[in-house]
């Protein structure tokens, strides 16, 4: 789920007062909770296959701002609305049902500090929670929610944000700067009514076209006008009654501009991420979220129109269009050999966001694609179903370069995705799924149950089976693959306390592939093992070990290997974490990483990592210090060791690091004038060969 984690910071700020409650969140669990969901968002990152992890998919920053959101309007857990902490996935379903069973037993809670004496809590979900919920709302809070214009204008919270990046060691082909900057700005009057704007310029994209010959700026021109690549709005309202009776017909949701959707198991359609296999446990049960404003700059899977979600009871309807330029990459069609009518086919589509140089500039919003549908569901206290389906229409056909993997994927220009899903919850299990059918009439399902026999315990079962013809560009549910296609899969996951102040995590995952893909020119097959340990040693001391392995199939890359018969290759990683407190307001953290990947052609390389980072931050004081000083050694890039380093607010930094060197990055952040606060940070790798440095600076001006 996952704008998640850069945000976590602002939770160990210290003492946050608010209209309702006084809550604390401890430096030492906060900073343990926020290296566990790094991690979380590490391990999915690198299950996307990014090429650069330098730059955090987008999706990551959504999260982010989704967490900075509940900040900003904390889930008040003594109500309903703590289910929207499990669409988050920040609690499971049995954490969310032994709260509501421990409100039944002795009341609503008077103290955050009262979650630690839940039983299905751990600490580390406690520390990660508390920055985000509160025991009730105010008076002034429920005057808020009544929505009138005068006070919509006199009592609305307003946040600007500036966002700059720039890197040393930046292509100089590029059309445009080595900077990087990002402009958002947000408004929210209580729950109910938020709205926003985001503009982006990637590094190496150009903002001004005077430093350009004239004939490179005549084509960036025509391409499109200097001034920020990106710019989104949105505006979103949420549960709005229409009737004024108690259960009558409500507005649940409803948007406009750029916005998200999730529903069901993603099967049949998600847009945003969530938590995958890689977190295991429960988090590969999803919990949609249904329609949700995208605060982001991301350029990837996303709707640009109107969406909105009519509740009446149990029941709920939602419908939506989305009419948006998408990038693609054109190719003139060959009348001779060709009867399409089309003067152009879309040979590619192009996700990445950039448009740095002028073949990049060329593909920029080429493509246009509307997509129209809706969702019927029933959501009941203990039964969920719905039915979901959307037709996809794009202005010119899609046709794709024949490969030896391709076969099978979306070609054309018209695609109808349809599923039925369900979520049946008792005491002690759940039970979810989801059956999808593309428009050429083929399937795609999954199925698991999610068991908690004791109140330590809790392990997940899941099967899925993705046919080998589905077709579906909004794709979302549990995969190895890219794409979730020709795909089979049978997963166990588990997570327990097996004594106080100890946790464990662990998962196993063993797929096949059922057609050919880019790696491997056969059917291939492999399986995927983690665990992680986490001990509180003591109020001011923690631990944590990471164990990860993969072994999957791929072309041999032997020149006088002659066969298509792909091989074998794994890679295991290991990371050791000690993070401990002293005086008070120093935290102290301690991380070694080892990597070692080998193939059957007979390649071998290891990668190691030591660190040692020093944070300085003064309760009650308005800034903060965070230094980090590493070492590393890898092979080669196969045995690299990715590590996420705290940022700027709202960034998510995690480089791959091989060959051999240092690295070391000072953060820093004070508050200014009460409203303003400056993050800003410098960072410095040096290699054998070279000396690489990255700034980041970022102003947040709140109300």
Known sequence: MKTICIVLLLGIEGWIQTTDTLRATDTLKASAAIDWLYERLLDEAENLETTALEDAPEQLEELLAVYEYYRAHPVNINSDEVARLEELGLLSPFQVEAL???????????LIKELRMIEELDEPTVAVITPIVCLGKSEWVREQESLTIHKAIARARHQMTLNYARKSHADTSYLGSPDKVQLKYGYSYGTKFRMGIAMEKDAGEPFFYSHLSDTIKELAASYRKPGFDFYG????????GLTGKRGGLKVKAL????????????????????????????????RGAGVRPKASAGEGKFFRGSATTLAYRDFQASLFYSRRWIDA?????????????????????????????????????????????????YAGPQLEIGYTAYHLRLDKALRLKPSHYNQYYFQGDRLTVMGLDFRWQLTKAVFFGELSMSGNEAFAGLAGATFKPAGY???????????TRYQNLLFGAVKESSRGQAEEGYYLGMQCAPAPRWNLLAHCDFFRFKWLTSQAYSPSWGQEYSLTVFHQVSSNASMQLRFKSKR??????????????????????????????????????NKASYSHFYDDDGMNSYGYFICQ????????KPYSLTFRYALFDSDDYNSRISVYENDVLGAFSIPSLFGQGSRGYLLGRVKLFNALALYARFGCSFLSDAIKSDF???????N
């Open 233 to 240: 709005a949105y505006l979103f309202l949420s549960d709005v």
């Open 329 to 377: 990459t054109m190719t003139p069609c060959d009348t001779l050999n060709d009867t399409l009518d089309e003067p152009e086919l879309v040979s590619a589509l192009q996700e990445s966001g950039n448009h740095r140089t002028l073949s990049e500039l060329s593909k920029r919003n080429t493509l246009l694609q509307q997509t129209f549908g809706g969702r019927l569901a």
């Open 255 to 286: 948007a406009l501009g750029d916005y998200q959707l999730s529903f069901g198991q993603g099967l049949t359609l998600w847009s945003g991420m969530s938590f995958g296999k890689a977190s295991g446990g429960s988090s590969v049960m999803r």
């Open 457 to 467: 315990i809790d392990f997940t079962m899941m099967y899925r089976n993705y046919g």
């Open 552 to 589: 999957k199939m791929k072309n041999s890359g032997d020149d006088h290997s002659y066969s298509y018969y792909p091989i074998f290759y794994t890679k295991r990683s290991a990371q050791f974490q000690f993070n401990y407190t002293l005086f008070g307001n120093w935290v102290f953290s």
């Open 696 to 702: 980041k600076a970022e102003l947040i001006w709140k």
């Open 100 to 110: 509501q069973r421990y409100r039944k037993m002795y009341g609503d809670l008077l």
């Open 613 to 620: 980072d020093i944070s300085y931050k003064p309760e009650g």
